[in-house]
């Protein structure tokens, strides 16, 4: 029986796959066969490799709709297809909200939001046109389902998000599945922006049921789930891969207050 995440022969985009959470996700498709793309402004340091296959870079600025079009169009002139987009893509340094100004927060905005509409829309032309059709996977977070002091700008973009992967689901189906994964705390090489040393981060850990921050690679295990057949049926869903939450602030408030 053909391995249901087996990718060989699949093409796959990765936006700023080349870093962070993205490089966990290129390293799981390239581990399955694929051929993967990734993008950014600036090429990494080393380019993700696995099992025998490196990832494909290609300079681009994911908040330029023309840059956008030129790693599509990338994709198909090298390989005729393009079977799966990952808009993972994102981020924000903690700020504050009263007063940052309004162009960092359209900066946010676009990067966050506004992208992976565009990024969607490129991929979308061409996986209409497949007799397969294609996926798009969409990476969401934590901060966009709860509030996101420090971030504010950030979390409601990932909350769009989340409504644009329902809307799109709907309208480009049957040929087009959307999904999107809700990141929950993920130790990045950016980590201590968020979370401190790494007492920090050990005391951060605590606080989530399964006991770690997420590595990269359980957010690309997802991706490779909802991008395989084994997902055929899944779209518009929102796969919440965040280590079983946070906990609730008022159960260590309600110890504290006993005797």
């Not at 909350?159 to 087009?176: I, K, M």
Request: charged residues 20%.
């Amino acid at each position: 029986m053909k391995d249901p995440l087996g990718f060989a022969g699949k093409v796959v985009i990765v936006t700023g796959g080349g870093k962070g959470v993205g490089i966990g996700i290129t390293t799981r498709f390239l581990e399955a066969g694929a051929d993967v793309i990734i993008c950014g402004r600036s090429a990494p340091e080393g380019l993700p490799a696995a099992s025998g296959k490196e990832a494909i870079f290609i300079e681009a600025d994911v908040k330029d709709i023309e840059q956008i079009e030129k790693v599509v169009q990338a994709a198909v002139h090298r390989f005729g297809r393009l079977d799966c987009l990952v808009n993972n893509a994102g981020g924000s340094p903690p700020v504050d909200a009263a007063s940052v100004s309004p162009r960092f927060s359209a900066s946010i905005l676009a990067l966050n939001l506004t992208a992976p509409l565009w990024f969607s829309q490129a991929a979308n032309r061409v996986m209409q046109e497949q007799a397969e059709g294609g996926c798009i996977v969409n990476i969401a977070s934590v901060s966009g389902t709860r509030p996101s002091p420090g971030t504010a700008a950030y979390g409601a973009a990932k909350a769009g998000l989340l409504n644009l992967t329902q809307t799109l689901a709907v309208e480009w189906a049957p040929r087009v599945r959307v999904n999107a994964v809700t990141a929950g705390l993920i130790k990045t090489e950016k980590a201590h922006m968020h979370y401190g040393d790494e007492e920090g981060i050990a005391s951060v850990e605590k606080t989530i049921p399964l006991g770690r921050l997420a590595n990269p690679t359980d957010i690309g295990d997802v991706c490779l789930f909802l991008a395989s057949p084994l997902s055929s049926y899944v779209s518009g869903a929102n796969i919440l891969t965040h280590g079983g939450g946070e906990r609730p602030a008022f159960m260590d408030a309600a110890k504290n207050t006993r005797p």
